[in-house]
């Protein structure tokens, strides 16, 4: 069964740091997705991407993040300068065209920052 | 703004008993309602799911019941097995035809003792 699959499992970096999380979402989806967990605490939206573009962004989603397709597989996520507060889990999902309201989650990288 | 609680934080059986988890949202206009599963170190999966125009979906022994009027939705889990415990999340969403972003709740910490 297909699935998304995401890189690495873990990170450590030191603050002011950039770092990039990588996602492969299924392979015909076109909607991809960003959450992060804050340890303990819910599952948060970060941001939507189609059609090349950000669709939807949360007010967490600051200048210090972006993403990126940079190829017809990958979906990367950046933070540029990172912060203490940046330490989570970071779910990437997609969807696909048919059923596009079910979102197919990868297992997460969990990041720490020092 | 967007928010959904979810109740009870965590949650204790016997096997072959009945669980239920409750949540609650606040965007009116919320129209796509899934649950997802969360084993550790595995993300989110989604097990059953509901739109608003039905009251009540089932599958095996997994049941979802929507009130719009109140606005709660509720999980059912009929003769618990052990391997049904993990971490359950509800969510809400405004679908639009295309991309939505999922509001989720805190998460029920499901254990099913033999």
């Known amino acids: 069964e297909p699935e998304v699959t995401q890189t690495p499992s873990h990170q450590v970096t030191q603050m002011g740091q950039e770092v990039i999380l990588r996602c492969v979402p299924i392979?015909?989806?076109?909607?991809f997705y960003w959450y992060r967990q804050i340890l303990g605490q819910k599952v948060e939206f970060l941001v939507s991407?189609?059609?090349?573009?950000?669709?939807?962004k949360s007010e967490i989603f600051d200048d210090q993040f972006s993403v990126e397709r940079p190829d017809g597989s990958n979906f990367t996520l950046k933070i540029r300068s990172t912060k203490l507060e940046d330490s989570a889990m970071y779910f990437c999902?997609?969807?696909?065209?048919?059923?596009?309201?079910?979102?197919?989650f990868g297992p997460g990288t969990r990041l720490l920052v020092l | 703004g967007e928010n959904v609680e979810q109740h009870p934080s965590t949650l204790s059986v016997q096997e072959g008993d009945s669980a239920v988890i409750k949540c609650t949202y606040s965007?009116?206009?919320?129209?796509?309602f899934p649950w997802y599963k969360q084993e550790l170190g595995k993300g989110p999966q989604l097990i059953i799911d509901?739109?608003?125009?039905?009251g009540e979906k089932k599958d095996q022994r997994i049941a979802v019941t929507l009130n719009k009027t109140a606005k709660h939705f509720s999980l059912h889990i009929t003769e618990t097995q052990p391997e049904d415990s993990a971490v359950y999340f509800c969510?809400?969403?405004?679908?639009?035809?295309?991309?939505?972003?999922?509001?989720f709740g805190a998460g029920t910490r499901l254990a099913v003792h033999p």
């Open positions: 965007d009116s206009a919320s129209n796509y």
């Open positions: 999902a997609s969807s696909g065209v048919i059923k596009y309201e079910t979102q197919y």
């Open positions: 392979s015909n989806h076109l909607y």
């Open positions: 991407f189609y059609n090349n573009e950000i669709s939807e």
């Open positions: 969510a809400a969403s405004r679908l639009s035809g295309g991309y939505n972003k999922l509001i």
């Open positions: 509901i739109r608003s125009n039905v």
